[in-house]
């Protein structure tokens, strides 16, 4: 049973940080992708950041160079690191885990996926709100 709990969401200032936890549970593969959604009521899903278990990252355009993704296999957790937060960036943001999954083909070589159909596990969410 695979169960993904994210934590580290809450009420921020313009420009200020936040670092989101994920600890996953009864994950055990050796090929995997595992990303950041963030969703805001009435829109769709949006692709925050992604990660396989090469180290290979993907981030969506109106986060890079602001948002890191990162993986701790051996504490089974995943991290987004965000700074220089806007009030665009209000949202639930969710994680999620893929054992088997299609690459993105972006800009001639292929990445790790940011579209929620590739994503099979998912957390409750949690709270990011900017102001």
């Known amino acids: 049973h695979v169960q993904l709990v994210e934590s580290g969401g809450g009420s921020v200032q313009v420009g200020g940080s936040l670092k989101l936890s994920c600890v996953i549970a009864?994950?055990?593969?050796?090929?995997?992708?595992m990303a950041w959604f963030r969703q805001i009521p009435g829109k769709e899903r949006e692709g925050v950041a992604a990660?396989?278990?090469?180290?290979?990252?993907a981030y969506g355009d109106s986060v890079k160079g602001r948002f890191t993704i990162s993986s701790d296999t051996a504490k089974n957790t995943l991290w987004l690191q965000m700074t220089s937060l806007k009030p665009e960036d209000t949202a639930m943001y969710y994680c999620?885990?893929?054992?088997?999954?299609?690459?993105?083909?972006?800009?001639?070589?292929?990445?790790?996926?940011?579209?929620?159909?590739?994503?099979?596990?998912w957390g409750q969410g949690t709270q990011v709100t900017v102001s």
């Open positions: 009864g994950f055990t593969y050796d090929t995997w992708a």
């Open positions: 990660i396989d278990n090469d180290g290979a990252t």
């Open positions: 999620a885990a893929a054992s088997s999954y299609y690459s993105d083909w972006v800009e001639g070589a292929w990445s790790v996926p940011l579209h929620d159909g590739e994503y099979n596990y």
